[in-house]
């Protein structure tokens, strides 16, 4: 069974341009672009050469910069990226208005591509691990271990019919309260950078994303990935539907007293707990 830890002191709604000289990587991190599908996509690339690459993903209306203490801590010993998303950050958005999470794998395929990256350690938060997963189910080969923060499960259809119905019908009310629920528990400064950012997604792409992942089922490619998993959760994001609830032999950590982005609210808890899922990955 995975073991269940809570480091205390140390959803499924919330899941919610090429190159061809690349920029020189130093731990502080380099501007990249890669061209993707969709358009030109952003990626913080920096680091040593030594250890297993890691490479994160963001959440729905978030952007590489929500990983930068991972990001730091990581590249003093280790190469480290973080995308942002089609229509995320810096990148693109598609004119063809396709923000289903496998036409967002396909923009990690490039990026995997481009950036001439072997193996590394995949960690996607919310959005980004639904990402994460689909790109570990179809790529297990290139994926030397998987990290899913806050990632969705499966809603059940009546249940995810049930909020979609509520967000068309009244958009900005139901998405503010979405929004009050997650940063639930955060520390100040990260609940003002979030509510800063929660409209940086314009409502069609935003209903897009949301449909995309209410009919998601992560859970078989989730199974047909067998290298080393972690889930790590929080208070927001511990229903039956969650994955660790699903999946209760993976390995996870629990983060207490955090809102839905614990990597920002208690980033020393956070890197400790990658820092031992790291330890174990070959």
């Not at 002191?9 to 731990?27: F, K």
């Not at 598609?94 to 923009?107: C, S």
């Not at 897009?208 to 859970?219: T, Y």
Request: proline letters at 6%; aromatic letters at 6%.
């Amino acid at each position: 069974m995975g073991r269940m830890r809570s480091f205390g002191a140390a959803v499924t709604a919330g899941a919610l341009v090429g190159c061809t000289q690349l920029a020189a990587q130093t731990p502080e991190g380099g501007d990249q672009s890669v061209e993707g599908p969709a358009g030109a996509i952003y990626v913080d690339d920096g680091g040593g050469k030594d250890g297993m690459p890691v490479l994160f993903l963001h959440a729905f209306a978030g952007d590489s910069s929500q990983w930068a203490d991972p990001l730091s801590h990581l590249r003093h010993h280790r190469r480290a990226l973080a995308m942002d998303l089609r229509g995320h950050g810096k990148s693109a958005g598609p004119r063809d208005g396709d923000y289903r999470i496998d036409a967002m794998v396909k923009d990690l395929e490039a990026v995997v591509q481009k950036l001439e990256l072997p193996r590394f350690v995949l960690v996607g938060h919310s959005l980004g691990g639904a990402v994460a997963i689909h790109y570990a189910g179809a790529h297990p080969g290139k994926v030397a271990g998987l990290v899913l923060v806050g990632a969705p499960g499966k809603m059940p259809a009546e249940q995810s019919k049930q909020i979609m119905g509520s967000i068309e019908a009244n958009y900005d009310q139901t998405m503010k309260g979405y929004w009050e629920k997650l940063v639930a528990g955060a520390q100040p400064h990260v609940r003002t950078q979030i509510l800063d950012r929660m409209n940086s997604v314009e409502r069609e792409p935003a209903l897009a994303i949301m449909k995309s992942l209410f009919a998601d089922d992560p859970l078989p490619l989730l199974d047909r990935y067998n290298g080393p998993k972690l889930i790590i959760y929080t208070a927001s994001g511990d229903t039956p539907n969650d994955l660790q609830n699903e999946r209760p032999k993976i390995e996870r950590v629990k983060m207490d007293g955090t809102s839905h982005w614990p990597q920002l609210d208690k980033p020393a808890v956070f890197n400790a707990a990658l820092d031992e899922f790291l330890a174990k990955v070959k």
